[in-house]
């Protein structure tokens, strides 16, 4: 018989998360966790939506679920996402452990997973770099090649992920199908988009070797130690089999110095890593040489083919909020004039290359 007395009222949750539904999920994972649990998003949502859960005894951890609204085939893969750090977390790539994974859509809309939290910063601003000397963030540039260095010294078939894609034609493959998702989600014309595509196609270069691709490799997706080592490498949504100096190219994408226009930084002019302290892209690309000695004849076609995908990538998100505006975090005023100078800096390195 009941005394009349009710438990912890559970708290309201952000949109996409079904907090009854859910709090009994993480229950049965967490069978000594201090529910009921809060959840709060992390980061601006632009592609898969991250929480981070607290119970009431502090504990916290991480949950990931793609974007709420319609989803391109393929795209958002929370199941993908979670076996790749299931199989690379054992192997000592610097990933955070996954905990659970729900393929259930009727718990809370779509498959999520959680994973332990990564304790560190993650720097998506100017604001964030104000904990770190210019020394740390020497040290930040280098953990930053070491870390994925390390990552593209794991054997796939070692770690069982042999089969997660086609080891042969990675720069074709990525050619396709980010052109399929130009096309499947574009609300408008670019020009460059197509001549770039075109360049490309006509001057892909040979692939070596095939590795783990982590594919949106970046400042932003990473944890940084209070001393700048990375802790962590988060978002493994664009992570593939493939030319390991891909991630080379994206991250020379992202990697914005003290000069360059103001127009390449996403967001504008707020570019971390083109404050005092970071090394230069040439820096970083001849230790990602020395650490791994893979030859970086290659690198200016992915670094061409990561500007051009990140012009795709931002498409998807106008396409988004044009559809689900109510869903979106975005503004595309803002993005499709980064859009429109991504597609332009790609078209000026894919114009050098030779077939």
Aim: proline share 7%; charged share 25%.
């Amino acid at each position: 018989m009941s005394d009349g007395t009710q438990g912890p009222t559970p708290p309201m949750g952000p949109s996409g998360i079904d907090v009854p539904k859910v709090t009994a999920w993480l229950q049965d994972v967490l069978p000594a966790a201090a529910a009921p649990f809060t959840f709060t998003r992390i980061g601006d949502g632009r592609s898969n939506l991250t929480f981070r859960v607290a119970d009431t005894a502090g504990a916290a951890w991480i949950l990931r679920r793609p974007p709420l609204g319609p989803r391109l085939r393929g795209a958002h893969d929370m199941v993908r996402e979670h076996r790749l750090l299931a199989a690379l977390h054992p192997a000592g790539v610097r990933v955070p452990e996954p905990l659970g994974l729900c393929e259930d859509e009727a718990v809370t809309g779509a498959p999520f997973y959680l994973m332990e939290l990564a304790e560190g910063t993650v720097v998506t601003g100017n604001a964030d770099l104000e904990a770190f000397s210019p020394e740390d963030r020497a040290t930040a540039s280098r953990s930053m090649v070491a870390a994925l260095a390390e990552l593209h010294a794991v054997d796939v078939d070692a770690v069982g992920l042999g089969d997660l894609s086609r080891h042969e034609g990675y720069a074709e493959r990525q050619l396709k199908g980010w052109w399929r998702q130009w096309e499947a989600s574009k609300t408008r014309e670019v020009p460059a988009i197509d001549r770039v595509r075109d360049l490309l196609a006509a001057a892909v270069p040979d692939q070596r070797r095939v590795g783990v691709v982590h594919g949106d490799y970046k400042l932003e997706n990473v944890v940084l130690g209070a001393d700048g080592e990375v802790v962590a490498i988060l978002d493994w949504e664009l992570c593939t089999l493939g030319d390991p100096v891909a991630d080379l190219g994206t991250l020379m994408t992202y990697w914005i110095e003290s000069g360059d226009p103001s127009d390449w930084a996403l967001g504008g002019s707020d570019a971390p890593t083109s404050a005092e302290g970071f090394l230069t892209r040439a820096e970083m690309a001849e230790a990602y040489s020395a650490a791994t000695g893979d030859p970086l004849d290659g690198l200016p076609f992915f670094e061409a083919q990561g500007c051009w995908k990140l012009a795709i990538i931002l498409q998807g998100v106008i396409r988004r909020f044009r559809d689900t505006p109510e869903n979106a975090n975005a503004d595309p005023d803002v993005l499709e004039p980064t859009l429109d100078s991504l597609a332009d800096r790609a078209e000026r390195i894919a114009t050098t290359l030779r077939g």
